[in-house]
T-cell receptor, first 112, second 115 residues
């Protein structure tokens, strides 16, 4: 089955710096890759997603890149702010509406 | 914002005492999921319903059951909770085959404590 590896497990940056989180997946049939942000005690919230027919997607300070050949995708957050501090999960799935396989999460800390 | 609703938000039960968690949605999504999330871990899928079709994950214990009486509601039944079942239980929904996106929308979760 699908396996998603996520690195790093923790990431500390200064406010205004960029943060990059990387994930790799094992199943070449996976074609949907969302990123979720989860604050302590709250639900996972989708922040950006990408499908396999696109190499890059950007939404304000957040961008995701996908390399299908290498089977990895990355989350980029620019101009980080303290409110970006949370746990970020990458995920992969093979088909619309099917199960998401999550990475183990990255705890991002942004200090001011 | 209350598109996926879970009740109760906090549930305390005794070891071995059956408990039912509830999820409802106003999105008319045809897929509903139950995830278990333990502290500092990723959500782990237990099972999901695609319309009325039940899909169980291979490693979901038999202790966990689910019911979906209609499109809007889905229940998670834990027949004999053990201490290891203490976790946050997340319900999620998505739309498959209806022109919707793949996005899974999560409910706020039910935190289960087993005494």
């Amino acid at each position: 089955g699908e396996n998603v590896e996520q690195h790093p497990s923790t990431l500390s940056v200064q406010e205004g710096d960029s943060a990059v989180i990387k994930c790799t997946y094992s199943d070449s049939a996976s074609n949907y890759f969302p990123w979720y942000k989860q604050e302590l005690g709250k639900r996972p919230q989708l922040i950006i997603d990408i499908r396999s027919n696109v190499g890059e997607k950007k939404d304000q300070r957040i961008a995701v890149t996908l390399n299908k050949t290498a089977k990895h995708f990355s989350l980029h957050i620019t101009e980080t702010q303290p409110e970006d501090s949370a746990v970020y999960f990458c995920a992969a799935s093979k088909q619309a509406g099917t199960a998401l396989i999550f990475g183990k999460g990255t705890t991002l800390s942004v200090s001011s | 914002d209350a598109m996926v609703i879970q009740n109760p938000r906090y549930q305390v039960t005794q070891f071995g005492k059956p408990v039912t968690l509830s999820c409802s949605q106003t999105l008319n999504h045809n897929v509903m999921y139950w995830y278990q999330q333990k502290s500092s871990q990723a959500p782990k899928l237990l099972f999901h319903y695609y319309d009325k079709d039940f899909n169980n994950e291979a490693d979901t214990p038999d202790n966990f059951q689910s019911r979906r009486p209609n499109t809007s509601f889905c229940f998670l039944d834990i027949r004999s909770p053990g201490l290891g079942d203490a976790a946050m239980y997340l319900c999620a929904t998505s739309s498959r085959d209806r022109g919707g996106t793949d996005t899974q929308y999560f409910g706020p979760g039910t935190r289960l404590t087993v005494l």
